[in-house]
């Protein structure tokens, strides 16, 4: 691997930097069998641009349905998210989309790779989408800076889980997002892997100052970003800093 | 036993992935097993009615000779009750003066020996055609009625004839048996015959006589007896089961072609159920690897397999034959009177067993080579991703096993045909197309993975969807292949039978043929219609009628003749004399005589005939003409251009032997549209005996034919394209979960929906391009073999119908894409996004 992991991002003041996400009064409700369902319950966060976030909460506290409304994958029924300076509830789906593959990556627990698509494929697709000239050149390079240089051919069956989650994350930076959202990412990872994954997730962070908004039910893995957002039954419970 | 416990309990889990095998095996069953029904059905309406059908236990034919009375008096002796039957062409004309075409049919006072008739208003037999008030009466069909304007009381003109139009023909017993060809049924006595004049020397028409036998007397014998009395005869004796042999051919042919048909739509069903077996066992693969973690054998796992898709086929099969037993039932119901004869309706065991083996052959022969895949699934595949190994290849002996139930499956086609070098030919056509299908998709997907790659991002993708591991391009191509192969072929055969017969005949063809003119009035028939302006053209040859009685010495109930020259060797043909050669006339093989020749009779035949009669240049034809039997040294065979509609004889025989024999002549006369009613008018009232055919009335009539076959061709083709567009959903479902997460993850990549679209649309749109190309090449070589080897045609290119097929595909293509796209862009992503 040619990445030099460093240590985690410098402490980012929420105050000392603009927001690069506003988020508002954020209400999303779910219809269910048994009744509308309440996920969240007015939310009200800044994350300030280059600030690393971890948000730590119980299952079903809401933390993916906050990463998902902020991908713009999930519509909040309430409230206002503002994304670099641009209220995003009101977006339709492609502006959305255009949203995301300008400004946002998104990192998986399960990896969602496209399994027909080799890694170098996986890792062009969003610079492809964007229109990108040089876009395989990039994605090689990407792939190369997580130490997937030489599995360019390979099918995301052929590889295994920690490899997975590293071309997942070379295909998140590749475009240089200004944010990174990244759910549960060692979730399906060994601990030893787990780790390795995420040291190269901070040391990417760190080069290209991506913000970062990390989901986990890790607390030492919280511990490694800047501020902890604590939900509990969808709810802000406590946003103190690291 | 332990495999169909455990097979029990995975049953017991649901058939959803296993659905789309039960709906292509039923609708394939259900298309055989409804054609077997419904031919038996037929066959048994001929068998149980061929005694009304025939009018009487037995015919004796006479062809245009009246049969002698000491026939009748020979019958009667023998307790036998008989009716004489006379029928013939002639020109029926109404008190307005306007005039058709008609089929007469003159009976005696006996008619119907069997069966009964009925008109409206109802009356008896004797009532409508008997003599009151000084005229005989005539019955015709509402066709006459309709087009003339005539109404029961209506004097009408036969011939030199006044007849009074007393009933409308709603039932007539013995139709089949004697059928109307050139024109709608009119019937008249026997007794109002002389007075038209029609029944001149050498006049085109045929005398019957029907026969009922005493109760517990033996037709056969009676055959036997009446031979031996009256030898040397010619006669065409027929009992009730050869009372409609052109509908039991037309029957077989149909049914042949239906079963066929059927038979496409199982093979394309086959193709689903490999699809289908396969998607499930994708479904499966993670429960086989867990079982085989446990210690089940590979064997164990290929039974439990083996035994699922199995029961799931039989209900699919049974589930095809209920709805084959069931349908004909019903469409008896609504067919009805289209119908030749009533079928009998029932359960008939033959058809359905037949079809429900052809049902259980395709499953098993298209099941086991994925089945077979099963056995290869290991427990380490519980962690990898791709579980089941793609090109796994099953192990020899279900590879032994395939074949073979391939082979009984060809081998079960032919064997249950009745022509089978064509189901043969079938077999391979369709075996060749499905590999020229899978050929082709296979090198689709070896171009799309070579060429350069476009620079917008959609067609990227669109393009790389045909080659990704997993792609479904060779399925998709072979699912729809057959389909609409069969569609292409089926539009091009019709548009070539079509434009022969209705766009290139008419400059050719005469605007009318008269028949039954006379020796004595040819002159002033011809003065006549010479001095008609508009009219150019004139031609006219002798005409006798002849009845083959022997093919090379052999009789001709002996004569083995192919299925489609067969229906020569029945009732009279066509015979003429001449010196010279027509203009016109292609030779095959042999010479014509010397214009001066003298020498024992020869004859110039129909070069098809003799090629399906076993026939050659030096062989001898018996021919019955007027009761005399001649023999014809055959001197050559011609190349007889009926679709020209000019005259053409099957029989033209050297000068010297006819010119004496009593005879009419045939003419044909071009006209322009506004000569042509005046032309048929005049010729009519100088010569009410003379029988005028309009070739525009004959090509409407052929035209709305071609309209009914062409739509009954379009319904039997949709029929294979229906089971090839069932498959095609089966397998853009089994692919359409993948779709859906590609494009949930393609959405939160940042694809917008217009280029998922367009990535699809392009997909579909290659696929479909190619589909139709491969198509067009199958439709115009199976086409090019049917119109020209099976119809004896000319076959013509015609691109705007290979077109229509190819833009037909890529619809079809492009529609089913859009629908799996548009299932995918609706998806929401959040759900699938989630963590596991």
């Keep these: ?242 | 036993m332990l495999a169909f416990r455990l097979a029990r309990r995975e049953l017991r889990g649901g058939v959803r992935g296993l659905r789309i095998v039960l709906a292509c095996l039923a609708l394939g069953v259900a298309a055989i097993a409804s054609v077997g029904t419904l031919r038996e059905g037929i066959s048994r309406g001929l068998a149980a009615d061929g005694r009304r059908i025939l009018g009487g236990d037995l015919e004796v034919q006479g062809g245009s000779e009246a049969l002698p009375d000491t026939l009748r008096d020979w019958l009667r002796a023998r307790g036998a009750a008989i009716s004489d039957v006379i029928t013939l062409r002639s020109m029926l004309v109404a008190p307005s003066g306007d005039r058709m075409l008609v089929e007469l049919k003159a009976v005696d006072g006996a008619w119907p020996l069997v069966g009964q008739a009925r008109f409206s208003p109802a009356q008896p037999v004797a009532s409508v055609l008997g003599n009151s008030d000084g005229t005989y009466g005539a019955a015709a069909e509402a066709l006459v009625l309709g087009r003339l304007g005539l109404h029961p009381g209506d004097r009408v003109r036969i011939g030199n004839a006044t007849l009074t139009l007393r009933a409308q023909i709603d039932v007539e017993p013995d139709r089949v048996a004697s059928p109307s060809i050139f024109g709608p049924r009119v019937l008249v006595s026997a007794a109002a015959l002389p007075a038209t004049g029609l029944l001149q020397p050498g006049a085109i028409a045929e005398h019957h006589l029907r026969i009922a036998l005493l109760d517990g007397a033996d037709p056969a014998a009676l055959t036997t007896a009446l031979r031996a009395a009256f030898p040397d005869t010619g006669w065409r004796i027929r009992g009730t089961a050869d009372a409609a042999p052109g509908v039991a051919q037309f029957i077989d042919q149909t049914s042949l072609f239906m079963t066929l048909v059927g038979l496409t739509s199982l093979l394309v069903g086959g193709i689903g159920v490999a699809n289908g077996v396969r998607a499930w066992l994708e479904a499966r693969a993670r429960s086989i690897a867990t079982l085989r973690c446990l210690g089940a054998s590979p064997r164990l796992v290929f039974a439990v397999c083996l035994i699922q898709v199995l029961t799931l086929s039989t209900l699919g099969v049974l589930a095809g034959l209920a709805a084959g037993a069931i349908l004909p039932i019903v469409a008896v119901e609504f067919l009805g009177d289209v119908l030749p004869v009533p079928p009998q309706t029932g359960v008939f065991f033959a058809p359905l067993a037949l079809a429900g083996a052809y049902g259980l052959l395709t499953a098993a022969a298209f099941a086991l080579w994925p089945l077979g895949r099963a056995m290869r699934i290991s427990g380490a595949a519980l962690f990898r991703d791709a579980v089941l190994p793609a090109m796994a290849r099953p192990p020899l002996p279900l590879l032994a096993a395939n074949v073979a139930l391939a082979l009984a499956l060809v081998a079960l086609t032919v064997a249950t045909s009745p022509e089978r070098g064509f189901a043969l030919g079938f077999c391979c056509a369709a075996a060749g197309t499905l590999l020229l299908f899978r050929v082709g998709g296979a090198l689709l997907t070896w171009g799309a993975a070579h060429i350069r790659p476009p620079r917008r991002p959609w067609a990227r993708l669109g393009l790389a969807n045909l080659y990704r591991p997993g792609s479904s391009t060779p399925l998709m191509l072979v699912s729809v292949g057959l389909g609409l192969s069969t569609l292409a072929a089926v539009a091009l055969i019709e548009g070539n039978v079509r434009g022969q017969i209705l766009e290139q005949m008419p400059a050719q063809a005469p605007s009318f043929f008269f028949i039954d003119v006379q020796n004595d009035q040819m002159p002033a028939f011809r003065k006549l219609v010479e001095a008609t302006p508009g009219v150019s053209d004139f031609k006219e040859v002798p005409s006798l009628r002849a009845r083959i009685v022997a093919v090379k010495g052999v009789p001709v109930d002996r004569v083995h003749a192919t299925p489609d020259t067969a229906w020569a060797l029945r009732g009279d043909r066509g015979l003429t004399y001449a010196a010279a050669m027509p203009a016109d006339t292609r030779l095959t093989a042999g010479q014509w005589w010397a214009k001066d020749y003298t020498g024992p009779p020869l004859v110039s035949f129909d070069a098809n005939l003799a090629k399906g009669w076993g026939v050659g240049v030096g062989d001898t034809l018996r021919v019955n003409v007027l009761g005399r039997d001649l023999d014809l040294r055959i001197a050559s065979l011609r190349d007889v251009a009926w679709r020209t509609l000019g005259i053409n004889f099957t029989l033209v025989a050297s000068p010297g032997l006819l010119e004496h024999a009593p005879h009419t002549h045939i003419a044909t006369v071009r006209a322009t549209p506004a000569a042509q009613g005046g032309l048929l008018r005049a010729v009519t009232d100088a010569f009410p005996n003379v029988s005028g055919i309009s070739i525009a009335e004959v090509l409407q009539a052929v035209a709305a034919l071609l309209g009914q076959i062409g739509t009954a061709l379009a319904a039997t083709g949709s029929l294979t394209l229906a089971a090839g567009a069932l498959v095609l959903a089966g397998a853009v479902a089994a692919g359409q979960r993948r779709r859906v997460q590609e494009a949930v993850i393609l959405k939160a990549l940042g694809a917008s929906r217009a280029q998922i679209r367009a990535a699809w649309l392009v997909e579909f749109g290659i696929l479909g391009a190619v589909a139709g190309l491969l198509a067009a090449v199958v439709g115009t070589a199976a086409s090019f073999g049917v119109v020209r080897y099976v119809m004896h045609a000319q076959w013509a290119f015609l691109p705007g119908t290979l077109a229509a097929t190819v833009a037909g595909c890529v619809a079809l293509m492009l529609a089913f894409g859009y629908a799996g796209t548009a299932a995918a862009l609706r998806a929401k992503a959040a759900p699938l996004l989630r963590n596991e």
């Design chain 1, 1 to 242: 691997m040619d990445i030099i992991v460093t240590p985690p991002a410098p402490f980012v003041s929420v105050a000392s930097e603009p927001a690069l996400v506003r988020v508002r009064g954020l209400h999303l409700t779910v219809p269910a069998s048994g009744g509308p369902v309440n996920i969240l319950r007015g939310i009200d966060l800044d994350i300030g641009a280059g600030e690393a976030v971890g948000v730590v909460g119980p299952s079903g506290s809401g933390k993916t349905s906050l990463l998902m409304v902020l991908a713009g994958l999930e519509r909040a029924t309430s409230g206002s998210v503002v994304l670099a300076g641009r209220e995003i509830t009101g977006l339709d789906e492609d502006a959305l989309a255009r949203l995301r593959r300008e400004q946002v990556g998104i990192v998986f627990q399960a990896f969602f790779l496209i399994p027909t698509m080799t890694a170098l494929e996986n890792v062009s697709i969003p610079l492809e989408l964007a229109g990108v000239a040089d876009a395989e050149d990039r994605a090689a390079a990407s792939l190369r800076a997580v130490g997937l240089g030489h599995r360019f051919t390979h099918l995301p069956g052929q590889l295994s889980g920690g490899e997975q989650q590293r071309v997942a994350l070379a295909r998140a930076f590749a475009p240089r997002p200004r944010l990174l959202l990244a759910d549960e990412p060692t979730g399906n990872l060994d601990r030893a892997t787990g780790e390795a994954v995420m040291d190269l997730l901070f040391a990417l962070r760190e080069q290209a100052g991506t913000t970062l908004m990390l989901i986990t039910h890790d607390s030492a893995l919280a511990a490694r970003c800047s501020r902890i957002v604590r939900l509990a039954d969808g709810r802000v419970e406590d946003g103190r800093i690291a």
